[in-house]
């Protein structure tokens, strides 16, 4: 704000407009323009994407599982019975 106070009031143009050129807001976008910027939104969703698989990996080598089950399962973990006479406490 203090920048556009200040360009008004130095009037660079001498014309008392803050800008060089006028800018017509009336004239839809043409698709060729969309194009670009659909397409950076898609390469943005996919790079998003792998950076998270990327990380999730890389949490999943450094901790193991229990730092999965912890993310997914909200702190509960989940772990594997290591001998067949603990299974009579899961019926």
Same mark, same amino acid.
């Given at each position: #704000?203090?920048?556009? /106070? ?11 407009? %803050?800008?060089?050129? @006028? ?7 043409? @698709?060729? $323009?969309?194009?670009? *910027?659909?397409? /950076? !939104?898609?390469? !943005?969703?996919?790079? +998003? $994407?792998? $950076? ?6 890389? +949490?999943?080598? =450094?901790? !193991?599982?229990? *730092? &999965?089950? +912890?993310? #997914?399962?909200? !702190?509960? =973990? *989940? $772990?594997?019975?290591?001998? &067949? %006479?603990?299974?009579?406490? /899961?019926?």
């Amino acid at each position: #704000m203090v920048g556009a /106070l200040v360009v008004r009031s130095i009037n660079p143009y001498g014309n008392g407009h %803050d800008i060089q050129f @006028s800018i017509d807001y009336s004239i839809p976008w043409a @698709s060729f $323009e969309l194009l670009p *910027f659909i397409l /950076l !939104g898609i390469l !943005g969703v996919k790079i +998003k $994407e792998k $950076e998270i698989y990327i990380y999730i990996d890389f +949490k999943f080598r =450094v901790y !193991g599982v229990h *730092f &999965l089950s +912890k993310q #997914m399962f909200g !702190g509960v =973990v *989940f $772990e594997r019975i290591q001998d &067949l %006479d603990n299974i009579q406490y /899961l019926k």
